[in-house]
């Protein structure tokens, strides 16, 4: 059993910030062997990545909406994952979502990127106004 639960949503200003957070847990996760990723869907909109980072923590990929405005990081001792999200944009409000056991590869802004993923959060919603 496998649990993701994220954190750090809510609502800002255009131009404002938000770090989320996605703690794991579970018996069949090694947080420190497997990559992670954030995903986000908007209403009416299909779930798109946003980034992800693979299991040493050296490799990180942005989708090309995000790439100079947010950074993930992970602390692999405390299971945790991050998304720091600066410059934030009306067209960044979505609910954004943890994923676990992926492939974390430059193509990750694809739509297909999702489907590698195995292991899923319920969400946490962010939402910018201009």
């Known amino acids: 059993q496998v649990q993701l639960v994220e954190s750090g949503g809510g609502s800002v200003q255009s131009g404002g910030s938000l770090r989320l957070s996605c703690t794991a847990s579970?018996?069949?996760?090694?947080?420190?062997?497997?990559?992670m990723a954030w995903f986000r869907q908007a209403p009416g909109k299909e779930r798109e990545g946003v980034s992800c980072?693979?299991?040493?923590?050296?490799?990180?990929y942005y989708a090309d909406s995000v790439k100079g405005r947010f950074t993930i990081s992970r602390d692999n001792a405390k299971g945790t994952l991050y998304l720091q999200m600066n410059s934030l944009k009306p067209e960044d409000t979505a609910m954004y979502y943890c994923?676990?056991?992926?492939?974390?590869?430059?193509?990750?802004?694809?739509?297909?990127?999702?489907?590698?993923?195995?292991?899923w959060g319920q969400g946490t919603q962010v939402t910018v106004s201009s």
């Open positions: 994923a676990a056991g992926g492939f974390c590869r430059p193509t990750i802004g694809d739509s297909s990127a999702a489907k590698t993923y195995a292991y």
């Open positions: 579970g018996s069949g996760l090694t947080f420190g062997d497997i990559n």
């Open positions: 980072l693979d299991w040493t923590g050296r490799s990180a």
